[in-house]
């Protein structure tokens, strides 16, 4: 196989010749067993672009020396950044013991020239022989279980089974309801207060949604989330939850009902779309609201990536008068210098440092100082996750005048919340 010395790339890919070897393991009376992994490489885009082309075909070349360096592993680069290994192995064990360290090779680093780089994989493996019936069925199986890994996070190797078969279906049948839930309006937003201890009443809402699908019953939000960003439907959801925001704050705001704002999770993906501030701002004015009313968050980990369109996005959106909200604050992912370098107003802690009151001697402390430090860099700091009358009581000694939590309300439909707030007055 030629290479072209100045890219480092393979010329052709070998996509056939590996068709060609399952073809051969699958045929015939006596199949051959033995297992066909794909690897993708998840980040290898953002070293290309970064340091040139010739350096990302340097490290495909390292990558792809490597796997053909495995015993007993049939390795065939089949285009771009994926890879099909082919592993004849006695025993499901001894392929697992190959996997392993091939997993943990990409656990670790790369080094081209002078720069030292981490490339991950997203993984699926099939065993063979199994239910598929030529190799573009295993192909296919592949790509399922690699789609499943992506949702895991980095080095994840997900077998094709039974099991992933039900989670894809369920994942398939969730995204394709998602347009008629819109419709019928079984997608559903419901409402999580929280309360001011200052002045003794609601005052701040964090919108949530779900969704009934037939068969299999309510969606909670995260799930219908991650079956929106594989089927690219996030921005449709994300639109017609905060139009319906929109329409709640203009029927608050006419029944003179008093509070801070209504809040609603964005995905970074739809952070990252050219129009969603322009769409925004026009929803905004079309309901005729103040934008203050409105407040998007977003947790630590979107925040802490590295995307310039997410900050460009954050700080178009506060100087519209949005209120910018950082949720899950405390997991270690960002420092408060950082935090002070984005446009962000509230931070909502973490609700396993709430948990930490009851349970260690420092928990008190840590938060104690989260508290009085958000205060002074001028931030409104918020408790998650309050479920006992002893850690609210904690908190208020300590200073924290925003909680929410079991301890004060569950989640609430439209009408609920209404009845809450103008109660509450």
Known sequence: MEQNAARGRFEKPRIEECIDKLNALMSGHDKRKCAVVKLYLTNFKSYNDTFGYTFGGRLINEITAYLGSINDV????????????????????????????????????????????????????????GDAQSPNEVLEQLGTAISESSQLGKNYLVEYNDGLIKRYQRRNAIAQHIPQAIKDGTLELWFSPTYDVSKKRYTRIDCRIRMFCEGYGVIKETELISAAEQSGQTGVISIYALSKICGLISELKSKKVDFETVAMKIPLMQLLQDRFVSDLSEMIEKAGIPASCLGIEVDEATANSSFPRMYTCMTALSEMGVEMILADYGTGALGINSVLSMSIDVVKINRQLIWQIDNTSNGSSMIESLIHLSGDVGLKFVAEGVESE????????????????????????????????????
């Open 390 to 425: 002893s850690q609210a009581k904690i908190l208020e000694q300590l200073g924290c005048n925003y909680m929410k939590g079991l301890y004060f309300t569950g989640v609430l439909n439209t009408e609920e919340l209404i009845a809450l707030l103008s109660g509450a007055k």
């Open 74 to 129: 049939d390795s065939y680069h089949i285009r771009g950044v994926e890879y099909i290994l082919i592993v004849e192995k006695p025993s499901r064990q001894a392929v697992e013991n190959v996997m392993d360290a091939v997993m943990q090779r990409f656990e670790d680093t790369w080094h081209i020239d002078n720069v030292v780089c981490a490339c991950s994989v997203n993984a699926g493996i099939v065993y063979l022989p």
